[in-house]
Nanobody, 118 residues
Framework: QVQLVESGGGLVQPGGSLRLSCAVS?????????MGWYRQAPGKQRELVAR???????NYADSVKGRFTISRDNAKSTLYLQMNSLKPEDTALYYC???????????WGQGTQVTVSS
């Protein structure tokens, strides 16, 4: 009923860039969802990377401020994460998240691997 399809992960050198995409399929209006990107490294807790409200406001983890940009295209029901100046510590499995505001329901993508290594 609600599916999140992620793409854009891969292997990149330090200082490089990647752009993640998350296409949302839902019977509900995309603008009713708060969207976010989370990441989890092996043996670590899942952490919030960036969050985007339907109106476009955004917040970021301190570790990615100035390097990552979250955006959304409500017409295309798609969430993006532009990642610049990547560091080895950015290596993780990145998850797309959708929270349906009227009910507070959470949905997750399958995750896409980002590996930053020389």
């Amino acid at each position: 009923q609600v599916q999140l399809v992620e793409s854009g992960g891969g292997l990149v050198q330090p200082g490089g860039s990647l752009r993640l995409s998350c296409a949302v399929s839902s019977r509900n209006i995309f603008s009713d969802y708060t969207m976010g990107w989370y990441r989890q490294a092996p043996g670590k807790q899942r952490e919030l990377v960036a969050r985007s409200a339907s109106g476009g406001s955004a917040n970021y983890a301190d570790s990615v401020k100035g390097r990552f940009t979250i955006s959304r295209d409500n017409a295309k029901s798609t969430l993006y994460l532009q990642m610049n100046s990547l560091k080895p510590e950015d290596t993780a499995l990145y998850y797309c998240n959708a929270k349906y505001l009227p009910m507070g329901w959470d949905y997750w993508g399958q995750g896409t691997q980002v590996t930053v290594s020389s």
